[in-house]
């Protein structure tokens, strides 16, 4: 079997991360080219890979017959415009959440995935990561009966720089829309309704682009089930990612603060490591999902989460902000 070749769009360090995967962790798949906006960065980032190709002109890739995926990790209101050109040049698609912009956007990707018999695969990292897929695989075979609540937590060290979050797409989107994805998946259905609170808490600059630091939303599922969503970019402790699914039967908690397997006793106290960001957290997790993505095109089989479960989540993302803006329950 021929390897997958590969081209990294964006080089930041989610970028770097994913290229270092593939290049390292992933048989049957290599980078053979690094694209960015500015070619210094495209030049830096691939000397780092020790990849010999690098541009800043996405022609060079989208028209290179040799390439057969592309991987986008670049500002959101790129997406759609790079997932469409990779489609039309018969490229698959490894695309960072979330998928688009806009409903409107995303509906298109899907159509021209469709149209081009090309796989797109959405970065919704965990449902790759250990933790989650065994409480997954639990619920599944009924070790805890009809799953009827989830709470999920999602605690950032700190906000991004204010250059960030003016075009982020603010928390429900940029932050939450994880969270509602790994709630669809676990509660197995598909929401109903989206009511959102959310307040600035610690960092005033976010108001002028009405956005939060902390928020709230509560999901109504069409099988009666309800998950409740927490955000957070006031997490000063370090990165704080747990769940929890109560069912019939019982329940099950999902993910751990700490970061070892190493509680310190001493001066009468006790305590650990804690994990400090979402790199260190997600480590097992982004490499199982460019397996995926490359396992996928090896055996021309579609990704178990694609372009229509990115629209999906984009949804109740779209509708938790129109709920926070309006103070007001949103029905999808």
Not at 3 to 29: D, P, S
Request: glycine share 8%.
């Amino acid at each position: 079997m021929k390897k997958v070749r590969c081209a990294v769009i964006g080089v930041g360090r989610l970028g770097i991360v994913h290229a270092k995967n593939i290049e390292t962790g992933v048989k049957g798949a290599e980078v053979v080219a690094v694209a960015a906006s500015r070619i210094e960065s495209a030049k830096r980032a691939a000397e780092e890979l020790g990849i010999s190709r690098w541009t800043n002109d996405l022609k060079e890739i989208f028209e290179d017959e040799n390439i057969d995926a592309v991987i986008i990790v670049t500002p959101t209101n790129t997406h759609a415009d790079l997932i469409i050109q990779a489609a039309r040049s018969k490229k698959h698609i490894f695309v960072d959440k979330p998928v688009t912009e806009t409903l409107e956007q995303a509906s298109e990707v899907i159509k021209e995935v469709k149209e081009n018999g090309v796989y797109c695969q959405v970065g919704f990292m965990r449902r790759f990561d250990p933790a989650y897929v065994t409480a997954k695989s639990r619920i599944v075979n009924g070790d805890i009966g009809q799953p009827l609540y989830f709470k999920g937590i999602s605690r950032d060290p700190g906000s991004p720089p204010e250059s960030f979050i003016k075009t982020s797409g603010g928390i429900f989107i940029d932050l939450n829309i994880h969270e509602y994805d790994i709630a669809r998946f676990l509660i197995g259905d598909e929401v109903k309704s989206v009511q959102s609170f959310g307040e600035v808490l610690v960092h005033p600059f976010m108001k002028k682009y009405e956005d939060v630091d902390q928020s709230i939303s509560v999901l109504n599922f069409h099988n009666k089930g309800v998950a409740q969503i927490e955000g957070s970019r006031n997490s000063s402790f370090g990165y704080d990612v747990r769940g929890e699914v109560v069912g019939t039967e019982g329940s099950i908690q999902i993910g751990s603060l700490q970061h070892h397997n190493n509680i310190i006793l001493q001066d009468n106290k006790s305590y650990h490591d804690n994990i400090p960001d979402f790199i260190t957290k997600f480590e097992d997790a982004f490499l199982e999902e460019v397996k995926h993505f490359i396992e996928c095109i090896q055996n021309q089989v579609k990704p178990t989460v694609d372009e229509v479960d990115g629209k999906k989540s984009l949804e109740v993302s779209i509708a938790a902000t129109e709920s926070f803006k309006k103070q007001e329950i949103v029905y999808l």
